[in-house]
């Protein structure tokens, strides 16, 4: 489902004489459907880029990222938009939504855009919400005003709403009280289940051992962290 076939990655600093800083060489990785693969690694070696590039916010400077059936180096942006809305979901550490849109309409979006009619969008996402024990009485107010935990369990609702059959996970479970963890890391495995290709990053070792089938380590695809 999801193909990484020798991508590297360079920043440039332009406001520092043009400094080209090498993240990544040579990387390549596949996740067969149904399997959750960990992205481990010291701090630095490239695990947060590596998923960005997958999403399509950043560029590879080689290689190929085929997502289903999309080579995201290479697609259009029209293409990027239309496989993040019906193949590959993105739970990220952090929540950024609209502001003043309510949570129920944020958790929603994913299967408005995909056609679910309003209705059943709502009925979806408050069941997601009641499920990551988000209070109803918060359901009509922006996420933007919420706790951390809060933010982060109206993210994964959001991000587990549309059965999306490809998944990356950025923390997960950070700053969730033990149920809530047990809760997500139920709803990983149900993907899995279902057959979602998962790629997380995992600090929290328990989660990563409970939830993951295989683990890569981009340590030694990256230049000055490589043994």
């Keep these: 489902m999801i193909s990484i076939e020798n991508v590297s990655k360079s920043f440039v600093l332009h406001n520092q004489g043009a ?42 400077a080689s290689g190929r990222i085929i997502v289903g059936k999309v080579d995201v180096a290479t697609a259009l942006p029209r293409e990027i938009i239309r496989l993040r809305r019906d193949t590959l979901g993105y739970v990220s550490q952090f929540l950024r939504v609209v502001p003043r849109v309510s949570t129920l309409d944020v958790v929603a979006e994913p299967l408005l855009a995909t056609g679910t009619d309003r209705g059943g969008a709502h009925d979806k996402a408050a069941a ?43 923390e997960p479970t950070a700053s969730l009280d033990p149920t809530n963890r047990a809760t997500v890391l139920e709803m990983i495995s149900e993907a899995k289940a279902r057959g979602a290709a998962i790629i997380g990053i995992f600090h929290d070792h328990a989660a990563r051992d409970a939830i993951c089938d295989k683990q890569f380590d981009l340590t030694g695809y990256t230049p000055g962290l490589a043994a």
């Design 128 to 170: 997601l919400l009641t499920r990551l024990n988000i209070p109803e009485r918060l359901w009509q107010l922006s996420p933007t005003t919420f706790s951390g935990g809060e933010q982060q369990r109206v993210n994964i609702a959001r991000g587990f709403a549309f059965p999306y059959p490809a998944l990356l996970l950025d």
């Design 19 to 60: 400094a080209e800083i090498p993240v990544m060489q040579e990387a390549s990785l596949t996740v067969a459907a149904g399997e959750c693969v960990a992205l481990v690694g010291a701090s630095g070696a490239g695990k947060s880029t590596l998923m960005r590039m997958i999403y399509g916010n950043y560029l590879t």
